[in-house]
């Protein structure tokens, strides 16, 4: 029995220790103009960039930079603008790439948010 839990208990250790997101959660939606808002913990990297990913074709879109050179040193939120010039979708995405001098480098994505074109739903209506 003891033996059972050992083995389970290494099997997370690894998954527990490794940069990821907490934020965005699934389901998550913001407007364009608006704060953006992401969180990253964990062990195996405390530096990095944070890009803004399109998920939505054939291939992902690297849009371009969130954050620079971000310090993880805990369960740090950090704040960015949502482009004025995004398109509305559901396929956005945040990657985390560790800046090349941490040697236990792990990439991490987000889930899944919406982005909403408030201006283009405003004029929508302004045509009904």
């Given at each position: 029995m003891k033996f059972t839990y050992t083995?389970?208990?290494a099997l997370l250790l690894p998954a527990v220790s490794a940069t990821h997101f907490t934020w965005p959660a699934q389901f998550t939606q913001w407007e364009n103009g608006e704060k953006g808002l992401f969180r990253l913990?964990?062990?195996?990297?405390?530096?990095?960039?944070?890009?803004?990913?399109d998920s939505g074709g054939f291939a992902p879109k690297n849009l371009g930079y969130v954050a620079k050179d971000v310090d993880i040193t805990g369960d740090d939120a950090f704040e960015f603008d949502i482009w004025d010039e995004l398109p509305a979708g559901e396929t956005y995405q945040l990657?985390?790439?560790?800046?090349?001098?941490?040697?236990?480098?792990?990439?991490?994505?987000?889930?899944y948010f919406t982005i909403k074109n408030k201006r283009k739903e405003a004029s929508d209506k302004d045509k009904a």
């Open positions: 083995i389970r208990l913990v964990g062990e195996s990297c405390k530096s990095g960039s944070i890009k803004l990913i990657g985390f790439y560790p800046n090349l001098d941490c040697g236990k480098a792990t990439t991490a994505f987000s889930y």
